[in-house]
């Protein structure tokens, strides 16, 4: 059986009374983590990541719409639902409060049925878009992040390398006489290939800021930022041998009796190209080397110095 965690509330509010009813009426269900005021209901969000937060809008200092104001301003609490719950009852009030992008307002003195169900319906809401956000992002063979998933995290790492002067090394990798595997072995086969291969290049990823994605077809990329070329080398001669060591037979191969894969590879920072794309065209290339070559190996650019 799937074990699903609990979701995490905040509840915050200046009132104990309050917060310990709403925690008691929370807890059977929930993971119920409480903040007394608006300054801790910023540091809990930040610290725990909640998927929805209880928010008492009267609340000396920060009140809570100044909270969910510096929530929105946030990357990355910005997606964060959120529920006031609150005794100005007008509808100006709520208004205002559904305009600063709260989910629902909830008025006090409030009924324990409807506080219940509406925060259902709001957590099943915040499962709904997370399940959507995978989806958007992660390839359903491969479980790799899919091409938009890499577009997007390589243009931001570009940026990043640019600003900070960092290194950033980038690897395409794909089967060898994989059409051959495919003809010879079936398409099912050759899907479970694609799957071992994606989990052991995957496997071989170091840092959290490394990505594995499915560019296409049979094609892997690589990303691997603040890596200069010679450990990118490193790294990417690891996944390849641990792909040889898989040891999947592939007896249609004029390259070798098992599947292996070519790779191309450039780093920025070793020779300086200008732009995304042109590091991009520069691992291409250097994986057509590789095939030309005669595949089995990798080919890189950008070893002297980064
Ligand atoms: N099973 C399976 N095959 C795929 C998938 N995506 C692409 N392919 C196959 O991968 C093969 C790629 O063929 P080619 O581009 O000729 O490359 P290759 O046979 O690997 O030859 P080289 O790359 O030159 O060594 C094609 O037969 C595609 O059908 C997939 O998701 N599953």
């Known amino acids: 059986m799937n074990h699903v965690e609990p979701q995490k509330v905040l509840i915050a509010d200046d009132d104990p009374i309050n917060r310990q009813v709403l925690a008691e009426l929370l807890k059977p269900e929930y993971t119920v983590l409480l903040a007394k005021n608006g300054e801790q209901a910023l540091e809990r969000a930040a610290r725990h990541a ?18 969910l104001r510096r929530l929105r301003a946030d990357p990355q609490l910005e997606q964060i639902s959120v529920i ?29 049925t409807v506080v219940m169900a509406r925060v259902a319906l709001h957590l099943q809401l915040v499962r709904q878009r997370r399940i959507l956000e995978r989806l958007a992002h992660v390839d359903g063979l491969t479980e790799l992040a899919n091409r938009r998933r890499f577009d997007e995290m390589y243009a931001q790492e570009w940026q990043r390398a640019q600003r900070n002067g ?23 086969a050759g899907d479970r290939a694609l799957r071992a291969i994606a989990r052991t290049t995957a496997a071989g990823l170091r840092r959290p ?22 450990q990118a080398r490193h790294l990417v001669d690891d996944v390849c041998a641990a792909i040889a060591a898989l040891e999947m037979p592939h007896a249609a191969s004029q390259v070798s009796p098992v ?17 995304a794309a042109e590091l991009f065209e520069a691992a291409d290339e250097h994986l057509y080397r590789a095939k030309q070559d005669g595949r089995n190996r990798v080919v890189w650019r950008g070893l002297i110095g980064g």
């Not at 209880?54 to 909270?67: A, F, S």
């Not at 560019?215 to 603040?226: K, R």
């Not at 894969?261 to 020779?271: E, I, M, P, Q």
Request: hydrophobic letters at 40%.
């Open 50 to 67: 909640p998927d929805l937060i209880l928010l008492d809008v009267m609340m000396p200092d920060l009140d809570g719409y100044e909270v």
């Open 209 to 230: 800021a490394d990505l594995a994605a499915r560019y296409g077809g049979e094609e892997l990329v690589l990303l691997m930022p603040d890596t200069d070329g010679v």
């Open 166 to 188: 960092w290194p950033l090394s980038l690897a395409l990798l794909d089967i060898d006489a994989f059409k051959q595997y495919n003809d010879y072995y079936g398409h099912p």
């Open 84 to 112: 006031f719950i609150s005794g100005l009852a007008r509808p100006e009030d709520e208004a205002i409060g559904l305009k600063l992008g709260a989910s629902d307002y909830i008025t006090k003195p409030f009924n324990a």
């Open 259 to 275: 599947l292996t894969v070519s790779v191309g590879g450039a780093t920025l920072g070793g020779y300086g190209p200008e732009s």
